[in-house]
């Protein structure tokens, strides 16, 4: 059983800063590319960032110079730091990674329960 699990979530002024973490357990035996997804009420969920096991990123035009993905392969771990936070920013924030565990020797993609991002004066 693989599990992902978020934390660094909260309420923070606009211009502020946060630094979500996302941490994959389990029997696993590799992880491919790593994310961060986020849904704003009323609204679809959306890609905020990826991260490949070599570390190439890729970014939605909204956060770029603002966002960074990054990854900690040893401790199979995924970061989002936030900086310039916007109210536009408020929204439940995923993690999202392509596990192979050692069970099935196979990629499936996993996810986590999500945190809550609040941009508020």
């Known amino acids: 059983q693989v599990q992902l699990v978020e934390s660094g979530g909260g309420l923070v002024q606009p211009g502020g800063s946060l630094r979500l973490s996302c941490v994959a357990s389990g029997f696993i035996f590799s992880i491919g590319n790593m994310g961060w997804y986020r849904q704003a009420p009323g609204k679809q969920r959306e890609l905020v960032a990826t991260?490949?096991?070599?570390?190439?990123?890729n970014y939605t035009d909204s956060v770029k110079g603002r966002f960074t993905i990054s990854r900690d392969n040893v401790e199979n771990t995924v970061y989002l730091q936030m900086n310039s936070l916007k109210p536009e920013d408020t929204a439940v924030y995923y993690c999202?990674?392509?596990?192979?565990?050692?069970?099935?020797?196979?990629?499936?993609?996993?996810w986590g329960q999500g945190t809550q991002v609040t941009v508020s004066s």
């Open positions: 991260i490949t096991s070599g570390r190439s990123t």
């Open positions: 999202n990674a392509d596990v192979t565990s050692y069970y099935t020797l196979r990629p499936s993609d996993y």
